[in-house]
């Protein structure tokens, strides 16, 4: 309408004394037009008014993604859409920081998967890891649609920092948790070739013995892909599984004697 045709040519050209006569909603609805024409200055005027919410009423919407359907903010929103520099400037923004966490301690348990789950998806490293360590969540059951945790997906990037932030943040019950194809983060450490990862998890407690689906320990795996650091690691901390035999009938030794040593 001529109000919201007003509102974004104001915006534009970064005029943000509208705002403070026309409401909430037509405010929020102006924060959601101007980060979704990148429009950084016009966003960082709207943050920086005191008297504009940036987490009002129509600024909470549903989002329908292939991960389910999220009940998001700007910030939620921003990542969902992989509006990267719009991302960085919110997180950056210490009024989006406590607005989203007013959000969170509101509706609780709402998403299908936490904010930091929604950076990993989008391959941004160091977002993922200020998203844990500023917005607490459930790590150990915090599941995208694979079942996988954001410790397995740390282990599979090679993320470092966000593998010590989840090792710290999540119950050692959960660091062995199996995705659907029944892998645990170690088996993903020994299939990544993550030697790291692998010493990491099993001094923060993950279990040596678990089988996959196909009813291969992370020994089995890392032997499979020729990972040797990774395979004489597991083998010092627990030498039984070499015996162990898979869903094919071969044991770890099987695998490695399959090498090219030469």
């Given at each position: 309408?001529?109000?919201?045709?007003?509102?974004?040519?104001?915006?534009?050209?970064?005029?943000?004394?509208?705002?403070?006569?026309?409401?909430?909603k037509s405010s929020s609805s102006i924060l959601l037009t101007a980060m979704n024409a990148q429009l950084e200055s016009v966003v960082t005027a709207i943050l920086n008014d005191p008297q504009v919410d940036p987490y009002g009423p129509a600024d909470l919407r549903y989002e329908t993604t292939t991960s389910g359907v999220y009940f998001a903010g700007p910030l939620e929103h921003a990542c969902l859409f992989g509006m990267e520099s719009m991302a960085r400037l919110?997180?950056?923004h210490p009024r989006v920081i406590e607005a989203q966490k007013r959000k969170d301690e509101k509706y609780p348990g709402v998403n299908p998967t936490s904010l930091a789950f929604i950076t990993l998806l989008q391959g941004w490293e160091d977002l993922t890891l200020q998203a844990i360590q500023t917005f607490p969540s459930d790590l150990g059951n915090d599941l995208d649609k694979d079942?996988?945790?954001?410790?397995?997906?740390?282990?599979?990037?090679?993320?470092?920092e966000v593998l010590e932030a989840c090792l710290a943040r999540m119950p050692k019950s959960k660091l062995s948790r199996m995705d659907k194809n029944g892998m645990t983060p170690l088996?993903?450490?020994?299939?990544?070739?993550?030697?790291?990862?692998a010493k990491r998890c099993i001094e923060a407690g993950a279990q040596l013995q678990l089988e996959d689906n196909h009813g291969r320990t992370p020994a089995h795996v890392a032997a499979e892909v020729g990972s040797e650091r990774v395979l004489t690691y597991i083998l010092e901390k627990h030498p039984t599984v070499v015996s162990e035999v898979d869903h094919k009938k071969r044991t770890v030794l099987h695998y490695v004697a399959t090498w090219n040593l030469f």
């Amino acid at each position: 309408d001529r109000n919201e045709r007003l509102s974004t040519a104001l915006l534009a050209s970064g005029d943000v004394r509208f705002l403070r006569s026309s409401g909430t909603k037509s405010s929020s609805s102006i924060l959601l037009t101007a980060m979704n024409a990148q429009l950084e200055s016009v966003v960082t005027a709207i943050l920086n008014d005191p008297q504009v919410d940036p987490y009002g009423p129509a600024d909470l919407r549903y989002e329908t993604t292939t991960s389910g359907v999220y009940f998001a903010g700007p910030l939620e929103h921003a990542c969902l859409f992989g509006m990267e520099s719009m991302a960085r400037l919110l997180f950056a923004h210490p009024r989006v920081i406590e607005a989203q966490k007013r959000k969170d301690e509101k509706y609780p348990g709402v998403n299908p998967t936490s904010l930091a789950f929604i950076t990993l998806l989008q391959g941004w490293e160091d977002l993922t890891l200020q998203a844990i360590q500023t917005f607490p969540s459930d790590l150990g059951n915090d599941l995208d649609k694979d079942r996988r945790t954001l410790l397995h997906h740390a282990v599979i990037e090679q993320w470092h920092e966000v593998l010590e932030a989840c090792l710290a943040r999540m119950p050692k019950s959960k660091l062995s948790r199996m995705d659907k194809n029944g892998m645990t983060p170690l088996h993903y450490a020994g299939s990544a070739r993550n030697w790291y990862a692998a010493k990491r998890c099993i001094e923060a407690g993950a279990q040596l013995q678990l089988e996959d689906n196909h009813g291969r320990t992370p020994a089995h795996v890392a032997a499979e892909v020729g990972s040797e650091r990774v395979l004489t690691y597991i083998l010092e901390k627990h030498p039984t599984v070499v015996s162990e035999v898979d869903h094919k009938k071969r044991t770890v030794l099987h695998y490695v004697a399959t090498w090219n040593l030469f």
